[in-house]
Nanobody, 121 residues
Framework: QLQASGGGLVQAGGSLRLSCAASGRLYSSYVMGWFRQAPGKEHEFVAA????????YYAETVKGRFSISRDKAENTVYLQMNTLKPEDTAVYYC????????????????WGQGTQVTVSS
């Protein structure tokens, strides 16, 4: 089970940190990802991290502004979001997979409930 938290309302240029706590064991082969869905739009890949190595991957739209990390002791994945823009407004979901790849939504098997991020201009 994945529990996402940390969303909220922030002004453009501000920062938020999202957390995704896993209740079960995460194996080194797992990839933990963040997706977002804005109203009327499809799910969009945001970032992913390999649980074992910590290798991180980002969508071009967030590269340089967002940072994904994992804390093995806490069994938690974080998404640090800086320099937020109104277009970052969406519901953010964390997810887990163990198949190859990292950006395709279909490969993720476990999903959290989502947390709302709203960026005002």
């Amino acid at each position: 089970q994945l529990q996402a938290s940390g969303g909220g309302l922030v002004q453009a240029g501000g920062s938020l940190r999202l957390s995704c706590a896993a209740s079960g064991r995460l194996y080194s082969s797992y990839v933990m990802g963040w997706f977002r869905q804005a109203p009327g739009k499809e799910h969009e890949f945001v970032a992913a991290v390999r649980w074992g190595t910590g290798a991180a991957y980002y969508a071009e739209t967030v590269k340089g502004r967002f940072s994904i990390s994992r804390d093995k002791a806490e069994n938690t994945v974080y998404l640090q979001m800086n320099t937020l823009k109104p277009e970052d407004t969406a519901v953010y979901y964390c997810a887990a997979r163990w198949t190859s790849g990292y950006s395709d939504r279909a490969g993720y098997r476990y999903w959290g409930q989502g947390t709302q991020v709203t960026v005002s201009s």
